[in-house]
C-alpha cells in the first residue's frame, strides 16, 4: 500500500503546522486535528479488504499515487467570476475557493434576521467558542480515511446557524470550487457546518465544481444537526471537470420531529465519493435522501449511506437512480440499521440503475440491520438496460433511436429530480440533466 | 422440594449422559490435534492412494497459511484447532442404546411431533438395530437398482478407491482447496461423505439420500460431497433429516461440490437441524460449510433447497457458478433462529454464461435472542449477456430481542441483464395473530401456521415427504418463542 500522501510534508508535520492554521492557538481545535490525523495514519488510504470502499478503492487509488498539495501550500487560487459550469442560481450566496471564503464572489446581504452564514476561518479567529464542541462533534472517522484526513486539516468552511423559529426565504446557495493554482494537483478540504436551530426551517443548495485540467482532489466535510422540529431541505449538485476527484463526507443528526430532506446530483468529475451518515436520535425524526447520478467515458461515481435509527417511531427513505455509459461505474452502498429498542421503524430504500454500454457497470449493496421486530424496513434494486417495449413505443410515433433513447433516460432520472420541493432547485436540474444528455449526444 | 427435584434432574442428567450419544475413547481414534501425521494417519486409515494424500498434504500446507475469516456477523468463541479429534473410527454398535426405551425420552417426543415412523426413530437415535430393522435391506435392494443403472452412488472413500478418474477429475475443481479457511481444513482431512455420478441422459429413479448410508457408517465431521449429473441426467438428492441429530462434535466443516453438465439436473435439498445449544447459548454445533455447483453444461440446471433450523452457528453460501450458456441456478432457504442461535447464510450466483438465470428466494425467522443475517451475491460477467436474477430476502423477527440483517452484493457488468432485489424485515401482525387467535388457534399454534405460510415458497420446493416433515420442524423451531 503506498500513501504518498501521508508522506507529503504538510500530514506529517499537520501538529507543528497547527498553529498556522486558522484557531490554531485552541487547544481543543489542536486537540480535534491530532485525534483525526491519527486516525487517518492508523486507517490509511482504502485498500482490498477496506470492506466500505470494496468498489471504490481501485478508482481512488490514484489518490496515493499522486502528490496533492494542500490548498494552504500550493497558493492562492484566483478568480474573477463565477464559472458557468456553476448552476446559475438567484439566492443567498456563500462561495469557497480551494476550501477557503471568496468575499469578492459571495452575496451574504440580504440573508434575513436569525440567520448567520460566517466563514469558518473568521469565526474561529472572533468567537471560537461558538464552534467549540459543535465542530468535529458529528463526523465519525471509522472507515472515513478522506473525512479523517480532511479534518485533520481543517481550515476553512461555511457556518450556517440558524436560530430556533427562523425561516429562510429563499436558498441559501454554498458554492465549493476547486481548482489548481499552479500545476501541481491540489487538495481542498471545504467544511460545512449547519445548525438548524428548533422549529427553523431553510432550504440549502451546494454547488461544487471542479474547474482546469489538473488533477484536483475536493474533501469536504459536512457535519449538519437537525434540532426538533425543524426541517432542512438540502440539495447537493456536483458537476466536475473530468480531471476531479470528489471524496464528500457528511454527517447528519435530526432530532426530535425534525425532517431532513436531500437530494443528491451527481454528474462529471473522474472518482466520485460520497458518505451520507444520518443518526434519527429523536422520536418522530425523518430523514429522505433521493438522489441521481449519471457517469460516462471512466467516470466513477459511489454513494454509500448510513441511516442509523437509534429511537423509536423514526421513518427514513432513499430513492436513487443512476445511468451508466461508456466505461462508467456506478456504486451505492446503502445500510439502514434499526438499533434495539427503535419500534414503529419505516425505514424504505430503492436504488435503479440503468447500463446503456456492454462496457458499463454497477455495483449495489444495499443492507439492512435491524435489531427490533415492529419495524416495516425494505429495500429494493434493480439493474437493467432500456426497456425495448417502451423503446418501440416511442419510435413508432416517429421519434429517432437516439431522440427516444434520450427521452426513456431523462424520464427515468426526472423521476427523482421531480421530488425536489423547490421549483428554482427542480429547474436547475432537470437544466442539468437535460445538458448531460446533449453532451453526450455530441460525443455520439 | 426444590433439593428433591434438583437430584431428579441431577439423576437424569446422569442418564442422559450414560445413555446419550457419547462414544468411548479407545485405540481407533487418533490422538487430539492436527499435523502431517494425522493427515497420513487418516489417508492411510482411509486405505487412500498416494494422489489422495498428496492432495490432503497440499491441502493442509496451505490451509497453516491462512486465517480464519472474520467478516461473517458471529460471534463465537475462538476455536482450538488443536484441541479437537480429526478422524474417530465408526461408532460400534454395541455402544449405541439397545433399545428405544434408553433413549432421552425428550428426543423421543420431538420424533413423535415429526411423525417419524418407529423403525426410523430407532436408526435416528443410533439402537443397535439388526435384523429387526429392514431399512439395510430396503437400502440393499435400492443399491443394486441403481447399479443396474449406472448410477455410482457409494461414500467418497470408496469411490476414491474405486472410481480415481472421476474424483481425480472432479474433485476440488468446483470447490478449490484453496477457496477457503474451512474448506482448506475440510480437503485436509474429510473422512467422510457420499459420492454420486449419473450417467448420460439418466433421470435418477428415486430420491437420492444420506439417508441410505446411516447405517453403514457415522457421518463424519468433515464430510465431503461430490455430485456429478452427466449429459441429460437428472438426481434428486436429499441431505440431512428432520430429526434432530446430536453429535459430539463441535465443529463441522463440509464441503459439496456439485457438477452439472449439458442439460443436466440436479436438485439437492438440505435439511439441517443439529443440536443448537440450550437456552442460554451453551454447546451446539459450529457448522461451517462451503456448498457449490459449477453448472458447466448448457441448460444445466441447479437447484439448492435448504433448511436450516439447527447448530449454534451456521456459516453457509450454497452457490452457483453459471458457466454454461443458458443454465439455471435456483436458491431457495428457510432459516429459523431461536434462543442464542446465529446463522450467516446466503448464496452467491455467478452469471458466465449467456442468457443465465438465477433466482433466490431466503425466509429468515428469528426469534428469542438469535441473530441472523442473509448474505448473498449476485455477479453478473460482462459476457453474460441476457442474463436475469431475481432475489427476494424476507426476514421476520419474533421478539424484541433478536436481530435479522440482510447484506447482499450484486454486481452488475452487462447492459442486456436485468437483476431485481427485493428485501423487507417485519414482524408477525397483531391482525394475523388475532385472525387465527379468534378462530381458536394457540398463540404458538397460531405463530406455526403464520411463519409456515410465510416459508411455503420455500418449503414446497422440498420432495413432498421432507416437504411434510420441514413443516412441523418450522413449528417445533419456534416452540417457547411466543406466549
Redesign the interface.
Known amino acids: 500500500m503506498s500513501v504518498v500522501l501521508s508522506e507529503i510534508p504538510v500530514v506529517t508535520a499537520a501538529t507543528g503546522l497547527s498553529p498556522v492554521l486558522p484557531g490554531g492557538h485552541l487547544p481543543w481545535l489542536t486537540g480535534l486535528r491530532q485525534a483525526a490525523l491519527a486516525a487517518f495514519q492508523q486507517q490509511g488510504l482504502p485498500h482490498r479488504r477496506t470492506e466500505a470502499f470494496k468498489y471504490s478503492f481501485a478508482a481512488l487509488g490514484v489518490v496515493g499515487k499522486l502528490d496533492f498539495v494542500p490548498a494552504l501550500i500550493a497558493g492562492d487560487a484566483t478568480l474573477e467570476a463565477l464559472p458557468a459550469a456553476l448552476p446559475a442560481f438567484d439566492g443567498h450566496k456563500v462561495v469557497l475557493l480551494n476550501g477557503s471564503y471568496a468575499p469578492h464572489l459571495s452575496d451574504r446581504a440580504a440573508l434575513p434576521a436569525g440567520v448567520e452564514v460566517q466563514p469558518l476561518a473568521s469565526l474561529l479567529a472572533r468567537q471560537p467558542e461558538r464552534l467549540e464542541g459543535l465542530l468535529g462533534s458529528l463526523v465519525q472517522y471509522d472507515e472515513q480515511p478522506f473525512a479523517a484526513l480532511a479534518s485533520g486539516l481543517v481550515d476553512d468552511g461555511v457556518v450556517v446557524l440558524l436560530e430556533a423559529g427562523t425561516v429562510i426565504d429563499r436558498p441559501l446557495h454554498i458554492v465549493s470550487i476547486t481548482l489548481t493554482p499552479g500545476d501541481a494537483p491540489v487538495m481542498a478540504q471545504p467544511r460545512l457546518l449547519i445548525k438548524a436551530g428548533a422549529g427553523s426551517t431553510a432550504t440549502i443548495l451546494e454547488s461544487h465544481v471542479a474547474l482546469g485540467e489538473t488533477e484536483t482532489l475536493s474533501l469536504p466535510v459536512a457535519e449538519i444537526l437537525v434540532e426538533p422540529n425543524a426541517r432542512l431541505t438540502h440539495v447537493k449538485v456536483r458537476n466536475d471537470t473530468a480531471r476531479a476527484l470528489h471524496v464528500a463526507s457528511r454527517t447528519v443528526k435530526v432530532l426530535a420531529g425534525g425532517i431532513y430532506q436531500a437530494f443528491a446530483l451527481s454528474l462529471g468529475g473522474a472518482v466520485a465519493r460520497d458518505d451520507i451518515a444520518v443518526e434519527l436520535a429523536g422520536e418522530q425524526a425523518e430523514a429522505h435522501l433521493n438522489g441521481a447520478y449519471a457517469a460516462r467515458d471512466y467516470q466513477h461515481m459511489d454513494t454509500t449511506i448510513h441511516m442509523d435509527h437509534a429511537v423509536p417511531n423514526g421513518r427514513s427513505s432513499q430513492v436513487y437512480k443512476g445511468v451508466l455509459a461508456d466505461h462508467g461505474r456506478g456504486v451505492f452502498q446503502g445500510k439502514v440499521t434499526v438499533r434495539k429498542g427503535a419500534q414503529h421503524t419505516d425505514g424504505q430504500q430503492l436504488h435503479k440503475a440503468l447500463l446503456l454500454s456492454e462496457s458499463a457497470e454497477v455495483d449495489v449493496k444495499p443492507e439492512l440491520k435491524i435489531y427490533a421486530d415492529d419495524v416495516t424496513c425494505s429495500h429494493g434494486a434493480a439493474c437493467g438496460e432500456l426497456d425495448d417495449e417502451a423503446l418501440f413505443y416511442l419510435r413508432a410515433r416517429g421519434l429517432d433511436e437516439a431522440t427516444a433513447r434520450d427521452l426513456l433516460i431523462e424520464g427515468f432520472l426526472d423521476d427523482v429530480v421531480e421530488q425536489v420541493e423547490n421549483d428554482a432547485i427542480r429547474t436547475v436540474l432537470a437544466g442539468l440533466v437535460r445538458a448531460w444528455l446533449d453532451a453526450r449526444q455530441e460525443v455520439a | 422440594m426444590v433439593a428433591t427435584e434438583s437430584t431428579i434432574q441431577t439423576v437424569k442428567d446422569i442418564e442422559r449422559y450414560k445413555y446419550g450419544f457419547e462414544t468411548d475413547i479407545e485405540s481407533d481414534r487418533a490422538p487430539k490435534g492436527l499435523s502431517e501425521d494425522i493427515v497420513r494417519f487418516i489417508s492411510a486409515k482411509k486405505e487412500e492412494p498416494e494422489w489422495m494424500l498428496e492432495w490432503r498434504l497440499k491441502a493442509y500446507r496451505h490451509w497453516l497459511t491462512m486465517e480464519e475469516p472474520q ?1 461473517a456477523s458471529l460471534h463465537y468463541p475462538p476455536i482450538d484447532y488443536q484441541d479437537s479429534y480429526y478422524y474417530a473410527a465408526p461408532k460400534r454398535r454395541e455402544d449405541g442404546p439397545k433399545s428405544l426405551d434408553e433413549v432421552d425420552p425428550e428426543l423421543l417426543a420431538t420424533y413423535e411431533k415429526l411423525g417419524i415412523p418407529l423403525k426410523e426413530q430407532e436408526a435416528l437415535a443410533g439402537v443397535a438395530v439388526d435384523a429387526v430393522f429392514d431399512s439395510v435391506s430396503v437400502a440393499t435392494t435400492y443399491k443394486k437398482k441403481l447399479n443396474d443403472l449406472g448410477v455410482i452412488f457409494c461414500s467418497i472413500s470408496e469411490a476414491i478407491r474405486e472410481h480415481p478418474e472421476l474424483v481425480q477429475k472432479y474433485l476440488g475443481s468446483v470447490v478449490p482447496q484453496a477457496d477457503n479457511f474451512f474448506s482448506c481444513l475440510n480437503s485436509a482431512v474429510f473422512t467422510d461423505g457420499s459420492f454420486v455420478y449419473i450417467p448420460k441422459g439418466l433421470r435418477c429413479p428415486m430420491e437420492l439420500s444420506t439417508y441410505f448410508r446411516i447405517n453403514e457408517k457415522n457421518t463424519g465431521q468433515f464430510e465431503r460431497t461430490l455430485i456429478i449429473a452427466d449429459e441429460g441426467a437428472y438426481v434428486s438428492y436429499l441431505e440431512g433429516c428432520t430429526a434432530p441429530q446430536r453429535d459430539e462434535n463441535q465443529l463441522h466443516a463440509a464441503v459439496v461440490e456439485l457438477v452439472t453438465l449439458d442439460d443436466a439436473e440436479i436438485k439437492y435439498s438440505t435439511v439441517q437441524n443439529w443440536y443448537p445449544g440450550d437456552e442460554n447459548g451453551k454447546g451446539g454445533i459450529y457448522n461451517f460449510v462451503t456448498k457449490r455447483a459449477a453448472c458447466r453444461g448448457r441448460n444445466s440446471k441447479v437447484m439448492w433447497t435448504q433448511v436450516e433450523t439447527g447448530s449454534a452457528i451456521t456459516w453457509k453460501y450454497p452457490s452457483c457458478i453459471l458457466q454454461g450458456d443458458g443454465s439455471v441456478g435456483e436458491f431457495y432457504s428457510v432459516a429459523i433462529t431461536n434462543n442464542r442461535q446465529q446463522a450467516d447464510t446466503g448464496t452467491k450466483m455467478i452469471h458466465l454464461g449467456k442468457n443465465t438465470r438465477s433466482k433466490i428466494i431466503s425466509k429468515g425467522i428469528s426469534a428469542g435472542r438469535s441473530e441472523q443475517t442473509y448474505r448473498g451475491q449476485v455477479r453478473i460477467a ?1 459476457k453474460a449477456s441476457g442474463a436475469r436474477n431475481f432475489t427476494q430476502c424476507d ?1 421476520l ?31 408477525i401482525s397483531d391482525d394475523q395473530l388475532f385472525y387465527c387467535m379468534q378462530r381458536g388457534l394457540s398463540a404458538e399454534e397460531a405463530v406455526g401456521l403464520i411463519v409456515n405460510g410465510f416459508c411455503k415458497e420455500v418449503l414446497q420446493t422440498l420432495p413432498m415427504e421432507f416437504a411434510v416433515e420441514a413443516q412441523k420442524l418450522v413449528n417445533i423451531s419456534l416452540e417457547g418463542s411466543v406466549g
Open positions: 467478516w460482462a426476514s423477527l419474533i421478539g424484541d430481542q433478536c436481530g435479522a440483517h440482510t447484506v447482499p452484493y450484486i454486481e452488475s457488468r452487462n447492459p442486456s441483464a436485468r437483476t431485481e432485489h427485493e428485501a423487507t424485515a417485519s414482524r
